[in-house]
């Protein structure tokens, strides 16, 4: 019964992901993440294959889902780019340190089963256990390359960062 329970919450969660944008997306992650609601943070993720980083990418994310629950660390959505069933959100990660420096991380995220779900290792999207397909490999390329000109541009003062 108790496996019913979390598997119909689990569900409800992921189809609470379903017809947002990246960017919706990616602030519904960051509640999660506040709350550290573990199962919940895993539904919002891409159903990874088998990879030797998965576990680890795992443990490093559950690990940063305590300092935001703490408070140590946040992030707040800047913007958000797609590419077919690839996205990345522009965030800006702050470490609760005093400072307000603008540091640009990228969130990465897949359309899967009609919502879209975030990269277990948000910032990185070239991890083997994603199994991505060769057309999804060349968006996350265009969106990489996006998300550094749009750091580089922010970080040399030329545009202040967009907030959605």
């Known amino acids: ?21 990246p960017a919706d997306t990616a602030k519904k992650f960051h509640d999660l993440l506040k709350a550290n609601k573990g199962d919940a943070i895993k539904a919002a ?9 998965l576990e680890g990418d795992l443990k490093i994310l559950f690990k940063y889902a305590d300092k935001v629950e703490k408070g140590k660390e946040d992030f707040v959505v800047v913007e958000a780019v797609e590419e077919k069933d690839c996205a990345v959100v522009i965030i800006n990660q702050n470490k609760q340190d005093g400072k307000k420096d603008t540091d640009l991380d990228p969130m990465y995220m897949l359309k899967q089963d009609g919502a879209w779900k975030v990269l277990t290792s948000f910032s990185t999207w070239d991890r083997d256990y994603y199994k991505l397909q060769p057309a999804q490999t060349e968006a996350f390329k265009k969106l990489e390359k996006e998300f550094l000109k749009r750091k580089h541009e922010q970080k040399n003062g030329r545009i202040p960062p967009k907030k959605k």
């Not at 993720?45 to 980083?53: A, D, H, R, S, V």
């Open 1 to 21: 019964m108790k496996n019913v329970l979390l598997l119909l919450s689990l569900l409800v969660i992921g189809s609470a992901f379903a017809g947002e944008s």
């Open 45 to 53: 993720l891409i159903k990874p294959g088998e990879g030797k980083f």
